[in-house]
């Protein structure tokens, strides 16, 4: 049973915010939500389910959770938006992404490099153009908003505008944020080139501007090895060690013949993380996508780092990538994470995502827990972006990125939920057959955005 907490008791939480909004809305609904990593306790400890509970949200935050009955009788003065059967949580966060990939996702018959060189590249050179880039930006952030993510930690393009451009609609969206000028200065095409000195000029330039800006973040972000001669990489680990509350993202072994390409490009590296670690760009705060094809060496430093591992599932299937051993990593003690990888993902839903993990799971003989692929999808990848404090779960204190899911959203899915005897069984067929008809609601920041 979910404890009843007011967010008075919490030390994140934030008087002066309430002063100025009073209103109080009680959302009522089946809950949610995690105390704990279900890949670390077991799933009666970790997750926390209530069939009849309710948040309070006050002033854009969760000001508490618990059985719905005693919040309605200790807040009377709160509006009802009574939910009914609805399964609240928190909003999805989608920690590896391309939001200039979006008008090519699900593009035919590539892998990586041919898919880089022939659908991907040619699309980003297009964001030089910032009209071009507001525009998909806002497209990308609607459409991620209608499949329940909340947050997203996307990558831009080499251009400074398509940066602008993505932070200017999340903001226009109120949205919990994170994005980075994606940097190459070598083996892309020339429009698709930086040098060492503008990407680190405009990449501080860009985290200066944004950073901290409402609720949105910088992320340094080095393509990959390939594309980055070992000077860049350099100047971007020093940027990031000027400004250490960013976060560093980039791509790590994904395919086995990029791993040789990268190990060719940087030979004193002895293995494919330590083209970054040379660098300065391992450390708490560094979400490596893919990460596929790893040597014990580079499992073991991801660990001790703190760093993260951002599953990207769509993308490995659909790329031909391979199978990620994410309970392997796991147990070695890797922090995990979920991603859709948009536009190498065919999917910009996180359930549909969801449903890839478990899917890839199982080809390695692994069954991924309901419970493990939610909590994977909110505040596993939350805690990844280092943004636990603030979104990923229901409690009290953390911001109000609430979603409510329709477990019963197809014929399909309805018949096969109405057997369920308990919450698990209820979720997993949406989990496994839902998409964005399964979203009933999406609220950012406290606000109902449909
Ligand atoms: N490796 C380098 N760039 C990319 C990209 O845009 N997508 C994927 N999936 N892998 C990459
Ligand atoms: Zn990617």
């Given at each position: ?197 503008s990407s680190h000029d405009d990449s501080k330039r860009l985290l200066e501007r944004w950073h901290g800006v409402d609720r949105l973040g910088y992320a340094i972000t080095p393509r990959f090895s390939p594309t980055s001669t070992p000077e860049q990489l ?29 190990l060719s490009l940087h030979p004193d590296a002895r293995d494919y993380l330590e083209t970054y670690e040379l660098h300065g760009l391992l450390g708490e705060g560094a979400l490596y996508g893919h990460a596929i094809h790893l040597t014990e060496r580079e ?152």
């Amino acid at each position: 049973m979910l404890g009843f907490s007011d967010a008075s008791q919490c030390p994140t939480h934030h008087p002066a915010r309430v002063d100025r909004m009073m209103a109080r809305t009680l959302i009522l609904g089946q809950t949610l939500t995690f105390a704990d990593d279900p890949f670390k306790v077991p799933v009666a400890e970790a997750a926390m389910h209530e069939p009849r509970g309710g948040v309070l949200v006050e002033g854009g935050m969760i000001a508490a959770i618990g059985q719905g009955d005693d919040l309605l009788h200790a807040h009377p003065d709160a509006t009802v938006n009574d939910m009914g059967s609805r399964l609240l949580t928190a909003g999805f966060v989608d920690s590896h992404a391309h939001y200039p990939q979006t008008a090519i996702i699900a593009s035919w018959g590539k892998r990586l490099v041919d898919w880089l060189n022939t659908y991907t590249f040619p699309e980003e050179a297009r964001f030089s153009d910032a009209a071009y880039a507001r525009e998909t930006a806002g497209r990308y952030l609607d459409l991620t908003l209608m499949n329940g993510t909340t947050t997203v930690c996307s990558y831009c393009t080499i251009h400074p505008e398509s940066v602008d451009a993505f932070f200017v609609e999340a903001r226009k969206r109120g949205l919990r944020a994170v994005a980075g000028k994606t940097c190459m200065d070598q083996n892309a095409p020339e429009d698709l080139q930086d040098t060492v000195r503008s990407s680190h000029d405009d990449s501080k330039r860009l985290l200066e501007r944004w950073h901290g800006v409402d609720r949105l973040g910088y992320a340094i972000t080095p393509r990959f090895s390939p594309t980055s001669t070992p000077e860049q990489l350099e100047a971007l680990g020093a940027l990031w060690a000027e400004h250490p509350e960013c976060l560093m993202q980039t791509h790590l072994s994904e395919q086995t013949d990029e791993v040789e390409w990268a190990l060719s490009l940087h030979p004193d590296a002895r293995d494919y993380l330590e083209t970054y670690e040379l660098h300065g760009l391992l450390g708490e705060g560094a979400l490596y996508g893919h990460a596929i094809h790893l040597t014990e060496r580079e499992r073991v430093r991801i660990s001790e780092a703190g760093a993260s591992v951002v599953h990207c599932p769509t993308s490995n299937t659909f790329i031909g990538s391979g199978l990620l051993d994410l309970t392997g990593l796991a147990a070695c003690g890797v922090r995990t994470a979920l991603a859709t990888d948009t536009g190498g993902g065919s999917s910009f839903s996180m359930l549909r995502t969801m449903a890839a993990a478990y899917e890839v799971a199982q080809l390695r003989g692994a069954a991924l827990h309901p419970a493990q692929l939610f909590w994977l999808a909110t505040a596993g990848s939350a805690r990844a972006m280092r943004l636990d404090g603030k979104i990923g779960r229901l409690a009290p204190g953390l911001e109000a990125d609430l979603i409510a899911l329709d477990l019963a959203s197809t014929p399909a899915i309805a018949q096969r939920a109405n057997r369920a005897e308990d919450i698990w069984e209820a979720l997993f067929p949406t989990i496994m057959m839902g998409d964005d008809r399964a979203i009933a609601q999406v609220w950012v920041g406290g606000r109902a955005t449909r």
